[in-house]
């Protein structure tokens, strides 16, 4: 009786064995976000553990907080398996606000206790910060991962094309505050420009950007992370996630699949799109960033890349002036860096949100520490009182006579006084009352093809103004549409759409985990600076590690291919080592 002929396996066969083989891929956990968030959870998991340092520099300068940290051993435990629960956390922080020192009290309390451990006392030192935080090696802490993000390079938004189209413009922050363990800001700042970095300085958006794609490499952690890759989709699985993805350069599509998720996407994903009537205004096609599902991308408007959607009008119509004003739609910092972006004597039309009872968060702008901000805010506050004298015609431009995104108020940000320091902006040379029209609480209610808009401004009268571009800075909010329907509902947020810092900060304030095997850092807590968006990572990677670490030490590999065990974290007990 004949017998088949085994068929023969082809060279193509084989590759396309390898094509499926190298499309997938399964690791212990996966951290959705290219941030610095993701970027020092990374560092932690791959080894690298925190301690209390009271030596180096002497105890914390809060001694009720030194006292506590010595109770719980934090001089010989790492800091990842002291904060083990939201007990431990409140037991550490519940005296920051009736403390004499400067506490935040408005940022997550994990988050503050990290930044006072590795800044004490930033917020009124100058000088070289003394971190009482000490770093080591253990590779036995090691958790297998990957760091995924939409952004082509380290550093998620801060790499990104800036909102004002200038890399120079100062940031909120100072440059200490920039600063990830194991290469910090000044060391970079130092390489870069062949200069020690100077104190009380406001580094440029260009610089923050090169320090933290520079970051991964630098400290060694660059093989976990993938950048230019969006995640199309994340769904559960019966041993924890899998996750569609596809990488920007190849167009291809793999699979990840992982025991332990952490959402570190951020809530300044996309731009918050103008209404219809600014259409004639807009000739720019999509941008997209963040990671974002097909259903998403289908229901989602049209999207510029960064804090707003700008415009030009196209053609050389009858009409058509080329030297009409700028457009600048918006009242906080992303609006205000457009207008110091502009150079000093381009005319700008500014209509913004006006309320005494919210003030812009311009208003927290100290005029010595931020006087380009001061100046703009002082401009609008101007406006409101003595507005600009309505003219007829379309192309003059009024002088105003003498006389709001949320980045951080004065409490969560960094806003010490500090000596005045030369400014270089366009701002401090700006002819204001030959350059800047402000209409507060004003809309536009017409926008011709031309560039002729009408306004409709407070009190009821109507102006017409002629612009040859628009800035719309109503600013950002991310996006948890990459998790399935399922999987969203678990981490309580139904409209996939939107995300402020308000979606997630009751649920986080209980706890970071909030889903089964699912983590939230940096941002999406509801903490929007960079060093409040630390400490959220520590205690996320301390249960991650307790979770995947074998009791001799050493990650659990394997587990989410063959269904293997979890490890226990211990229970926190305050009074479980005793200094002897």
Not at 80 to 104: G, N, V, W
Not at 181 to 201: A, K, N, Q, V
Not at 453 to 459: A, F, N
């Amino acid at each position: 009786m004949p017998t088949a002929s085994r068929r023969r396996y082809t060279s193509s066969d084989t590759t396309n064995y390898q094509r499926e083989l190298a499309n997938f891929r399964a690791t212990d956990t996966v951290v959705v976000g290219n941030g610095p968030a993701a970027l020092f959870l990374s560092y932690i998991l791959h080894g690298h553990v925190p301690r209390y340092d009271p030596i180096t520099y002497g105890p914390h300068p809060d001694p009720i907080l030194h006292s506590k940290l010595l109770k719980l051993c934090a001089h010989t435990k790492p800091l990842t398996e002291i904060l083990d629960s939201p007990k431990a956390i409140s037991f550490l922080t519940e005296h920051f606000h009736a403390s004499s020192l400067s506490y935040s009290d408005q940022a997550l309390p994990v988050n503050v206790l990290l930044d006072t451990l590795m800044r004490p006392n930033a917020d009124t030192e100058i000088g070289e910060l003394k971190s009482r935080l000490k770093w080591e090696k253990v590779p036995g802490k090691r958790v297998d991962h990957i760091v995924l993000g939409s952004a082509q390079e380290s550093g998620g938004q801060w790499s990104e094309e800036p909102v004002s189209e200038n890399w120079d413009i100062g940031t909120l922050s100072y440059a200490e505050m920039f600063t990830l363990p194991g290469y910090s800001f000044p060391e970079h700042y130092t390489r870069l420009h062949r200069t020690p970095l100077p104190d009380l300085i406001r580094p440029t958006r260009r610089d923050v950007a090169s320090y933290y794609s520079h970051y991964p490499r630098a400290v060694g952690i660059n093989g976990s992370i993938l950048s230019s890759t969006t995640v199309q989709k994340i769904s559960r699985n019966s041993a924890g996630f899998t996750l569609r993805v596809q990488r920007r350069k190849s167009a291809e599509p793999f699979i990840i699949v992982c025991r332990h998720l952490v959402l570190a996407t951020g809530i300044f994903t996309f731009t918050i799109p103008p209404p219809p009537i600014f259409a004639p205004l807009l000739q720019r096609g999509p941008q997209w960033s963040g990671a974002v599902g097909p259903e998403r991308m289908e229901s989602m408007q049209r999207m510029d890349q960064g804090n707003m959607i700008t415009g030009t009008l196209a053609g050389s119509g009858p009409g058509r002036d080329n030297t009409a004003p700028i457009l600048v739609v918006g009242s906080g910092f992303t609006a205000a860096d457009v207008i110091l972006s502009q150079p000093k004597g381009r005319r700008i039309v500014h209509i913004y949100k006006w309320n005494p009872s919210r003030p812009s968060p311009l208003k927290g702008c100290h005029p010595q520490a931020y006087p380009e901000y001061a100046e703009i805010y002082r401009q609008m506050k101007l406006a409101t009182t003595n507005p600009p004298a309505v003219t007829p015609g379309v192309n003059g431009m009024n002088g105003v006579g003498p006389g709001g995104l949320k980045r951080g108020d004065s409490k969560r940000g960094d806003m010490r006084p500090p000596p005045p320091k030369p400014n270089t902006s366009t701002g401090s040379l700006r002819e204001w009352g030959a350059t800047y029209e402000g209409y507060p609480n004003s809309q536009i209610i017409s926008v011709d093809p031309t560039g002729v808009i009408k306004i409709l401004t407070s009190d009821n009268t109507t102006i017409e103004r002629s612009v040859s571009s628009l800035k719309y800075c109503a600013g950002r909010k991310g996006s948890l549409g990459y998790l399935a329907a399922d999987l969203r509902k678990e981490v309580g947020v139904m409209d996939a759409a939107w995300v402020s810092a308000d979606t997630l900060r009751r649920r986080v304030e209980t706890d970071l985990m909030v889903a089964e095997g699912v983590w939230v850092v940096g941002s999406l807590t509801g903490d929007s600076l960079v060093r409040y968006g630390l400490g959220s990572g520590v205690y996320t990677a301390g249960r991650i590690q307790a979770e995947s670490v074998g009791k001799e030490g050493g990650a659990v590999e394997g587990d989410v291919a063959t269904g293997g065990k979890e490890g226990k974290g211990g229970k926190w007990a305050p009074n479980s080592c005793v200094i002897c």
